[in-house]
DNA sequence: GAGACTATACTTAGTAC
DNA sequence: GGTACTAAGTATAGTCT
């Protein structure tokens, strides 16, 4: 035994790791039991959480599963709430939210012009254009414009010398829409 | 001074809110001291919460705003990852995820109609039969059906007085696909 | 309510098995 | 690596200001 160190104090000046490793779960040890003490004594929740960085294996008390939804319900809390989404914005679930409304919006575009489109062919088909409200008209102009863009492009690539009959060949669809359909059939 | 209660026992018989209310606090105090202590001492990160269930305001550790980070952090560890999923079903950024998967799955729904409703049209304007594909053709096949159980539900009210003057003025569209348009026009 | 004090009980680092 | 021990150090309930 030697009597260079004192028993009992809490100088931890010799850091090597597996002494630190004693340490950390003797202490843990004792705090988990003061935390589980204070918890009955005053009728609280309590859930802690400790890990070191780097390490897939995290400590949990409770445990895994009772921390979790000690952590779920604080999250719950309105005080919680409002700072949440400042911090949350790296997690997994937060980037799943994302995704989903990336793909959201890209999905609801593409209904949208396929709804024009329809719209579009459903005036060839006899629809009356009384019948479109505000919002189809909108749509159905901006379609109209995109038709005639496009149209407009493959006269300046074809340099003057679109004639009927190329019109014919190439682009029923779009020549009958852009230029001469501007009533009913 | 009463000399009946010893001092520094940790009895805690008399439990009146006010009393408790005190213990709380200070032994709150010394647990986070020691968490501090063992998280710089050994080099870990460490968060804590606590809360009396009912109450809106959460006490957390060391802040609320890195306790959110840090158990951030502990839910993307993998031990934690794996249970996660059955423990946040209820947390609010998990119903968003549910809600928007939800819209999103009406809204593909929607897509695809209009998709096939679109096909089913140019079809009419003169699209070959011969170019679609497999997933466009079953579709399709589905629309064809659904347009011709709404004209059979229409036929059954009006009960075998419908003649084709009736059909001519209410359903130009839906007679004309479920019934005639077996090929090109 | 919030500090300061204090006797008592508890925790802890180091050690030995 | 785990348990048991112990001296030194710390936390705590009660109390007073």
Redesign the pocket.
Known sequence: ??????????????LDE??R???L???L???C??AE??SI?CDIKVGMVAFTPGETKAFSWPCLTQTNATINEYLACDEAKQQIKLFTQETYLQRKVDAREKYIGKIEQTAKEKEMENLFNQLAWGKSIQELDARETKGLLKLFEAKQTKLNERKTKLNEHVDENVLNQNGVNDSNAGEENDGNP
């Open positions: 035994m030697s009597h260079l160190a004192k028993k009992g104090c809490r100088n931890t000046r010799n597996s002494a490793k004693v340490i779960k003797k202490r040890a004792s705090l039991k003061q003490e204070l004594l």
